[in-house]
């Protein structure tokens, strides 16, 4: 957490974020969960002051483009998070400390932790700190990687993306969506994404795969 500019009273709270259920109870599943909520509503709240005049979908699909499990890995990997997990041999193994889900789950976590560190202002003062330039760099009109990615296969007589539910877990009010996203023009790619909801996990897979498409097709 060398670039984490939060310091904690309780070490140990930001010890728990960092644990991947991989390595056993307790871990960051709890936390993820409330980090995820008040990701939800600083990034909200963000957006609504930026964009006066947008609309509920529009705003929907800029909070979409910011709290999605790539974005999120990305501020975690800006953090260093990924170097102080605490995984399970398995996922250590695998290079768990580089997996998009794992450090997305990881940077929610300690959103959570820093809140229940201190309180809602200082946890909402550290998350604006870290998405305010994002905000001010989105385009508003930008549309979702769902819409995009379509667009982009389309431009070019490709056929459009097959999504493909391949897993849900959780509670009925806390539910996970695994979704695969697969195109078989340019080139035969598959990429997963995760969410919330099956919408949310869908735009998720959608970005990666654009991701691929524009690395490697500009």
Sequence with gaps: MAKLTYRFRDPALA????????????????????????????????????????????????????????????????????????LGSGEL????????????????????????????????????GLFAERIAAIPRSSKDAKTRLQEWLQARGW???????????????????DVSCTIAEPMPYSAEGRGGSRRAAEQDAAEAVLRQLQETRP
């Excluded at 499990?69 to 102080?84: F, H, N, P, S």
């Design 93 to 128: 193994k695998s290079g768990g400390y580089r997996r998009d889900s794992i450090l997305a789950d990881a940077f929610e976590a300690m959103v959570a932790a820093i809140y229940l560190d201190s309180d809602f202002t200082q946890c909402r003062e550290a998350v604006r």
């Design 159 to 177: 056929p459009l993306p097959q999504y493909e539910l391949t897993d849900s877990y959780g509670e009925d009010h806390a539910k996970t969506f």
């Design 15 to 86: 010890q728990l974020a960092l644990t991947h259920r991989s390595a056993g109870r307790p871990n960051n599943e709890r936390l993820e969960f409330l980090g995820d909520a008040l990701l939800g509503v600083v990034v909200a709240e963000l957006l609504y002051e930026a964009h006066p005049n947008a609309s509920e979908g529009e705003l929907s699909r800029l909070r979409a483009q910011l709290v999605n499990g790539q974005a999120l890995a990305q501020i975690a990997r800006e953090l260093e998070l990924g170097d102080e997990l605490k």
